[in-house]
């Protein structure tokens, strides 16, 4: 069979669509039977038919004045928010794009190869969904194994958002998917196999996430069986009827492929409502550089889809409280706001208007939560005293949007009911965030609270609940009875878990990353123990508390974390990344901030204090704000910013105490959250959280499998959490395969290392010293503190960033040769060759800085059209793929010569060659089009006739086209002939010399045995692939 992308996973995938209520629109009548808007791509006959349909009495020029209204909209630039909001109805415009509330009765189309094409530039996404007629969705997908995996989509998918000429595609798309059609990797930070969903994106790179079903009932019983007409027909239409009996394709159509449960997750008609209606969200941020605000485009992260579902599952049960337990960094703020969305319309459908509040314990977190709903549009209710809170629960009427306040606001009288005044239409809802910390109870904060509205619904959110860590028996019950029911734990105070996604799910889904613990050296431990022995002599009986703020003890302990940190970026290369220092007590804090200001001539950093009773919290927060804006290094602390806290470049937490329980598990995870190509957060350990460490694991896993026994995903029962920490086998394994690839390799000296490298022509093993040199990067004060000499000896710190890539540019440029060199093009056009040929160094002169951008783009669209044209043996095509390589050749040989002459000759012949391949392919694509778009039959026309056009030999063609709907048939009936060579082309002999015979066509009788030989290679070639 044809084994490739088409085969193995896009035709599986257009088959699976129709199961699930798609109706297929060929390609080939996609123009014959339907009107396609080209500036957006929508199908403007179905988008008429479905407004008429939702908006009776709307008249046909309505019809053409909301699509004109829909036309400019996209053009704006906004990402498509003008767009999205007249899609849910409360936009401009009065027509109804979408019937929500009955969803099933839209119309829902797929098809594939629908270009979108603005002047020269266009792009063709693999398969396009509509609803209604409006393009809202496309896959792109890719065969399991390919080169790159996904890295290559990504690549080309952010490349085509920073296009403004596809603006109005980008902006109609809500949803994206990409696929190898593989399973994930959870090793696999890059994201390079599986199937991944993604909204838009304009600014910044698109944002890939997994999709783990959680709920296969919410739509299995959905999928139909396959309709063999329908697969008949998108066979038939991508010239793919060849396929349809082996046994290959059987296998991809099953539903549990990769590609196939991610479009059943997504496309499933009531998941695309929910999905469409509340998971997609604008972001308002700000540019830290110049201040000014630019648009992001968020979609709702899987945990918090199946969370928000929980939630409205529980109220369909009767259940008010309940608690989301989702691991820090995995968006619990946004999870509320979508929640709204999701709540409002769930109480609209039984009359009942919802009422929002966020609680929070303090004030730093009020006002992180103001910022993040405000940045979603969501109106924000502020309230600043108990007296506004208590005129608040007076007025039983609801107001749009949340709600942020302190639970410090709530006493006794701020009571909103009483059996005559209460309106029985209105639901308060609480959102209680970090509910892991001073919700006591006993307390009055908390019983006012719930006094406050007994009957509200109360959603407890926290990535740590408070848990019980007395004694256990065998099973995990605890043996005290009444410890737990006086204990303060999150599940007895706010209600069972609604739903859960911890530490372990977060990191292979790569929203955070594992931490390497890194003990402090034995010389540092030696010299502390000293000078522990002369503060005693010298001062007798001293607290711990005094002793570790002593000035002595200080001094060594920050000039380690000084060294460390400095050490730290230069070993990463990365000069961004921030520090913070635990410290045992506020004194110590004191101390250490004053040694480090009193010592900043000799180190040159910053840093900030931060203690709740240092300067005002204006000025706290002010800090804070620097230290996550890059501008401050380091922090101190005590106690402030252990939890809550949220700065994707703080990668190294100096641990200065011990922090105990959950506490503990809110301290490390500061420095978890992906930052750059960081693969780790480092924790230096001086306090040996270890055994502590253990404890709250074990602890958290019998809380787990208490309530989750049944659903733990294979993970390790007694290590839960474990996988939050790198482990020692992964460290061990990681040194021990570093100190084996670089043991030949010179690494104390950068230009021996280069001729070494540049010696080497076996690219597996360059790619194996690169990932060996990154290993020893990030564990290489583990290996320090293990004794791993051997390697230590071998590796300067301050050059592994440099070594690194070193390696990495000499693979770029082996990979180049390797392609233009390759007897295959393909090669050559997979490889984004204008990112290794034309990067200049020189960007002096301003015209010299605009020729190598123009150079970059002419030779990526080069790359481009070459790739895309399907007769690679055709000798027009050979001709400009020669030129092309020669060109780079040319320019890859002395590219440090660069002239503003010689880069405008470079840009001319760039520019003569794309001009010839694009209208080459023009040319194919029309021939393509005269034989129902298939490719094999336009090659064959063209072996005979070079210019390719038909109207040079119509009896050629008629011949050809004649013969094709014999063969065609033939195969249609019985596959199986295709097994034998011999066999087949005899078959395909009959059927054209039928056709020649019966008609008699002027075609010279002595081809005829060439085009059977050739028709037969053709047909076979795409039935094996090649």
């Given at each position: 069979?044809?084994?490739?992308?088409?085969?193995?996973?896009?035709?599986?995938?257009?088959?699976?669509?129709?199961?699930?209520?798609?109706?297929?629109?060929?390609?080939?009548?996609?123009?014959?039977?339907?009107?396609?808007?080209?500036?957006?791509?929508?199908?403007?006959?179905?988008?008429?038919?479905?407004?008429?349909s939702?908006?009776?009495?709307?008249?046909?020029?309505?019809?053409?004045?909301?699509?004109?209204?829909?036309?400019?909209?996209?053009?704006?630039?906004?990402?498509?928010?003008?767009?999205?909001?007249?899609?849910?109805?409360?936009?401009?415009g009065?027509?109804?794009?979408?019937?929500?509330?009955?969803?099933?009765?839209?119309?829902?189309?797929?098809?594939?190869?629908?270009?979108?094409?603005?002047?020269?530039?266009?792009f063709?996404?693999?398969?396009?969904?509509?609803?209604?007629?409006?393009?809202?969705?496309?896959?792109?997908?890719?065969?399991?194994?390919?080169?790159?995996?996904?890295?290559?989509?990504?690549?080309?998918i952010?490349?085509?958002?920073?296009?403004?000429?596809?603006?109005?595609?980008?902006?109609?798309?809500?949803?994206?998917?990409?696929?190898?059609?593989?399973?994930?990797?959870?090793?696999?930070?890059?994201?390079?196999?599986?199937?991944?969903?993604?909204?838009?994106?304009?600014?910044?790179?698109?944002?890939?996430?997994?999709?783990?079903?959680?709920?296969?009932?919410?739509?299995?019983?959905?999928?139909?069986?396959?309709?063999?007409?329908?697969?008949?027909?998108?066979?038939?239409d991508n010239?793919?009827?060849?396929?349809?009996?082996?046994?290959?394709?059987?296998?991809?159509?099953?539903?549990?492929?990769?590609?196939?449960?991610?479009?059943?997750?997504?496309?499933?008609?009531?998941?695309?409502?929910?999905?469409?209606?509340?998971?997609?969200?604008?972001?308002?941020?700000?540019?830290?550089?110049?201040?000014?605000?630019?648009?992001?485009?968020?979609?709702?992260?899987?945990?918090?889809?199946?969370?928000?579902?929980?939630?409205?599952?529980?109220?369909?049960?009767?259940?008010?409280?309940?608690?989301?337990?989702?691991?820090q960094?995995?968006?619990?703020?946004?999870?509320?706001?979508?929640?709204?969305?999701?709540?409002?319309?769930?109480?609209?459908?039984?009359?009942?208007?919802?009422k929002?509040?966020?609680?929070?314990?303090?004030?730093?977190?009020?006002?992180?939560?103001?910022?993040?709903?405000?940045?979603?549009?969501?109106?924000?209710?502020?309230?600043?005293?108990?007296?506004?809170?208590?005129?608040?629960?007076?007025?039983?009427?609801?107001?749009?949007?949340?709600?942020?306040?302190?639970?410090?606001?709530?006493?006794e009288?701020?009571?909103?009911?009483?059996?005559?005044?209460?309106?029985?239409?209105?639901?308060?809802?609480?959102?209680?965030?970090?509910?892991?910390?001073?919700?006591?109870?006993?307390?009055?904060?908390?019983?006012?609270?719930?006094?406050?509205?007994?009957?509200?619904v109360?959603?407890?959110?926290?990535?740590?609940?408070?848990?019980?860590?007395?004694?256990?028996?065998?099973?995990?019950?605890?043996?005290?009875?009444?410890?737990?029911?006086?204990?303060?734990?999150?599940?007895?105070?706010?209600?069972?878990?609604?739903?859960?996604?911890?530490?372990?799910?977060?990191?292979?889904?790569?929203?955070?990353?594992?931490?390497?613990?890194?003990?402090?050296?034995?010389?540092?431990?030696?010299?502390?123990?000293?000078?522990?022995?002369?503060?005693?002599v010298?001062?007798?009986?001293?607290?711990?508390?005094?002793?570790?703020?002593?000035?002595?003890?200080?001094?060594?302990?920050?000039?380690?974390?000084?060294?460390?940190?400095?050490?730290?970026?230069?070993?990463?290369?990365?000069?961004?990344?921030g520090?913070?220092?635990?410290?045992?007590?506020?004194?110590?804090?004191?101390?250490m901030?004053?040694?480090?200001?009193a010592?900043k001539?000799?180190?040159?950093?910053?840093?900030?204090?931060?203690?709740?009773?240092?300067?005002?919290?204006?000025?706290?927060?002010?800090?804070?704000?620097?230290?996550?804006?890059?501008?401050?290094?380091?922090l101190?602390?005590?106690?402030?910013?252990?939890?809550?806290?949220?700065?994707?470049?703080?990668?190294?937490?100096?641990?200065?105490?011990?922090?105990?329980?959950?506490?503990?598990?809110?301290?490390?995870?500061?420095?978890?959250?992906?930052?750059?190509?960081?693969?780790?957060?480092?924790?230096?350990?001086?306090?040996?959280?270890?055994?502590?460490?253990?404890?709250?694991?074990?602890?958290?896993?019998r809380?787990?499998?208490?309530?989750?026994?049944?659903?733990?995903?294979?993970?390790?029962?007694?290590?839960?959490?474990?996988?939050?920490?790198?482990?020692?086998?992964?460290?061990?394994?990681?040194?021990?395969?570093?100190?084996?690839?670089?043991?030949?390799?010179?690494?104390?000296?950068?230009?021996?290392?280069?001729?070494?490298?540049?010696?080497?022509?076996?690219?597996?093993?360059?790619?194996?010293?690169?990932?060996?040199?990154?290993?020893?990067?990030?564990?290489?004060?583990?290996?320090?503190?293990?004794?791993?000499?051997?390697?230590?000896?071998?590796?300067?710190?301050?050059?592994?960033?440099?070594?690194?890539?070193?390696?990495?540019?000499?693979?770029?440029?082996?990979?180049?040769?390797?392609a233009?060199?390759?007897?295959?093009?393909?090669?050559?056009?997979?490889?984004?060759?204008?990112?290794?040929?034309?990067?200049?160094?020189?960007?002096?002169?301003?015209?010299?800085?605009?020729?190598?951008?123009?150079?970059?783009?002419?030779?990526?669209?080069?790359?481009?059209?070459?790739?895309?044209?399907?007769?690679?043996?055709?000798?027009?095509?050979?001709?400009?793929?020669?030129?092309?390589?020669?060109?780079?050749?040319?320019?890859h040989?002395?590219?440090?010569?660069?002239?503003?002459?010689?880069m405008?000759?470079?840009?001319?012949?760039l520019?003569?060659?794309?001009?010839?391949?694009?209208?080459?392919?023009?040319?194919?694509?029309?021939?393509?089009?005269?034989?129902?778009?298939?490719?094999?039959?336009?090659?064959?026309?063209?072996?005979?006739?070079?210019?390719?056009?038909?109207?040079?030999?119509?009896?050629?063609?008629?011949?050809?086209?004649?013969?094709?709907?014999?063969?065609?048939?033939?195969?249609?009936?019985?596959?199986?002939?295709?097994?034998?060579?011999?066999?087949?082309?005899?078959?395909?002999?009959?059927?054209?010399?039928?056709?020649?015979?019966?008609?008699?066509?002027?075609?010279?009788?002595?081809?005829?045995?060439?085009?059977?030989?050739?028709?037969?290679?053709?047909?076979?070639?795409?039935?094996?692939?090649?």
């Amino acid at each position: 069979m044809a084994f490739n992308e088409d085969s193995r996973v896009k035709i599986p995938a257009l088959i699976h669509l129709t199961r699930l209520g798609y109706t297929y629109v060929p390609q080939r009548q996609r123009n014959l039977d339907h009107s396609v808007d080209t500036q957006s791509n929508i199908i403007t006959d179905i988008f008429a038919e479905q407004l008429k349909s939702l908006n009776p009495g709307v008249r046909p020029e309505q019809v053409e004045v909301e699509l004109k209204n829909i036309q400019d909209e996209l053009g704006f630039e906004d990402l498509g928010r003008s767009f999205y909001k007249r899609l849910l109805g409360i936009g401009e415009g009065e027509l109804k794009l979408i019937d929500w509330d009955n969803f099933a009765k839209n119309k829902f189309h797929v098809t594939t190869e629908l270009t979108c094409r603005n002047g020269e530039d266009e792009f063709r996404p693999d398969i396009t969904i509509f609803v209604n007629g409006l393009p809202l969705s496309f896959i792109e997908v890719k065969k399991p194994n390919n080169q790159e995996g996904i890295k290559a989509e990504r690549d080309r998918i952010n490349a085509r958002f920073k296009n403004e000429k596809f603006r109005k595609f980008i902006n109609i798309t809500q949803l994206l998917v990409f696929s190898n059609n593989m399973e994930y990797d959870d090793a696999d930070m890059n994201k390079l196999f599986g199937a991944f969903y993604a909204t838009t994106a304009k600014g910044y790179d698109t944002q890939f996430n997994h999709f783990r079903e959680q709920k296969k009932s919410d739509y299995i019983d959905s999928i139909r069986d396959i309709d063999e007409e329908d697969e008949d027909i998108i066979l038939k239409d991508n010239n793919a009827t060849v396929i349809k009996h082996s046994p290959e394709f059987i296998t991809n159509k099953d539903i549990d492929t990769p590609t196939n449960r991610i479009l059943s997750s997504l496309f499933e008609k009531e998941r695309l409502r929910y999905l469409l209606k509340y998971a997609i969200c604008y972001v308002d941020e700000v540019n830290k550089e110049t201040g000014e605000t630019y648009v992001q485009k968020h979609i709702m992260r899987y945990p918090q889809i199946f969370a928000s579902k929980a939630i409205t599952a529980k109220l369909d049960e009767g259940v008010k409280k309940g608690v989301v337990w989702h691991t820090q960094g995995s968006g619990k703020t946004a999870l509320s706001f979508y929640s709204t969305r999701v709540m409002k319309d769930y109480f609209a459908k039984q009359g009942i208007i919802p009422k929002f509040y966020f609680i929070v314990d303090r004030i730093d977190l009020a006002n992180q939560a103001k910022d993040e709903f405000s940045k979603r549009a969501l109106k924000v209710h502020s309230i600043s005293t108990k007296e506004e809170l208590i005129k608040d629960f007076m007025n039983n009427t609801s107001t749009d949007g949340i709600t942020v306040l302190n639970i410090h606001k709530f006493r006794e009288d701020t009571v909103a009911l009483d059996n005559s005044g209460y309106d029985i239409n209105l639901q308060r809802v609480f959102f209680i965030d970090e509910a892991h910390r001073s919700y006591n109870p006993k307390g009055s904060f908390l019983a006012n609270l719930y006094n406050s509205d007994k009957d509200s619904v109360k959603i407890a959110l926290t990535g740590t609940p408070l848990i019980i860590y007395g004694d256990h028996d065998e099973k995990g019950n605890i043996k005290d009875a009444s410890q737990k029911e006086d204990s303060k734990t999150t599940r007895n105070i706010f209600g069972d878990y609604i739903h859960k996604y911890y530490y372990n799910d977060s990191i292979r889904d790569g929203y955070t990353l594992k931490l390497l613990r890194e003990e402090i050296e034995t010389t540092y431990k030696e010299k502390v123990r000293k000078v522990m022995h002369d503060i005693k002599v010298q001062i007798g009986d001293i607290n711990k508390k005094d002793l570790y703020a002593h000035e002595k003890y200080v001094t060594p302990m920050l000039k380690y974390i000084i060294d460390d940190f400095k050490t730290s970026r230069i070993r990463y290369g990365d000069r961004t990344i921030g520090g913070m220092v635990v410290c045992d007590s506020s004194e110590q804090a004191r101390e250490m901030f004053r040694i480090f200001n009193a010592t900043k001539d000799e180190h040159e950093l910053s840093s900030a204090l931060i203690l709740h009773d240092e300067d005002d919290k204006e000025t706290r927060n002010a800090k804070t704000k620097d230290f996550k804006d890059g501008k401050i290094d380091l922090l101190f602390v005590y106690s402030m910013l252990l939890t809550g806290f949220d700065a994707p470049r703080l990668k190294k937490l100096y641990l200065g105490r011990k922090v105990r329980a959950h506490n503990l598990l809110q301290t490390l995870t500061r420095v978890n959250r992906p930052y750059k190509q960081f693969k780790l957060g480092h924790v230096v350990d001086f306090a040996d959280i270890s055994a502590e460490f253990e404890v709250t694991n074990q602890a958290y896993f019998r809380e787990l499998n208490q309530e989750y026994s049944e659903n733990l995903d294979g993970e390790d029962p007694d290590n839960i959490f474990g996988s939050l920490f790198m482990s020692k086998p992964e460290i061990d394994q990681r040194i021990h395969e570093a100190q084996m690839a670089i043991a030949d390799y010179t690494t104390d000296n950068l230009e021996t290392f280069s001729r070494q490298i540049i010696a080497v022509e076996d690219k597996s093993e360059l790619n194996k010293l690169k990932k060996s040199l990154e290993s020893a990067r990030e564990v290489y004060n583990v290996a320090r503190l293990l004794g791993y000499t051997e390697i230590l000896d071998k590796l300067d710190f301050k050059i592994l960033s440099k070594l690194i890539t070193m390696v990495a540019d000499r693979l770029k440029l082996l990979n180049l040769r390797d392609a233009s060199n390759d007897v295959n093009p393909q090669e050559l056009l997979n490889t984004a060759i204008e990112d290794v040929v034309f990067t200049f160094t020189k960007t002096g002169e301003e015209e010299l800085k605009l020729l190598s951008q123009e150079l970059h783009s002419t030779a990526g669209k080069i790359r481009h059209e070459l790739e895309s044209n399907f007769n690679k043996k055709d000798p027009e095509w050979l001709e400009l793929y020669e030129a092309f390589r020669a060109l780079l050749d040319k320019h890859h040989i002395d590219p440090d010569s660069e002239s503003i002459e010689k880069m405008r000759f470079e840009s001319a012949e760039l520019k003569k060659i794309f001009d010839q391949i694009r209208e080459l392919n023009r040319k194919n694509a029309m021939l393509c089009e005269k034989f129902g778009g298939d490719q094999k039959f336009a090659i064959l026309f063209k072996s005979q006739q070079p210019t390719g056009r038909v109207s040079d030999n119509l009896p050629l063609y008629n011949l050809l086209n004649d013969a094709k709907a014999k063969i065609d048939h033939r195969l249609s009936s019985n596959q199986n002939i295709l097994s034998s060579k011999g066999y087949f082309q005899r078959a395909v002999g009959e059927d054209v010399y039928e056709t020649y015979d019966q008609n008699g066509y002027k075609v010279s009788p002595g081809i005829i045995g060439k085009l059977v030989q050739n028709t037969t290679d053709e047909y076979l070639n795409e039935y094996r692939g090649e």
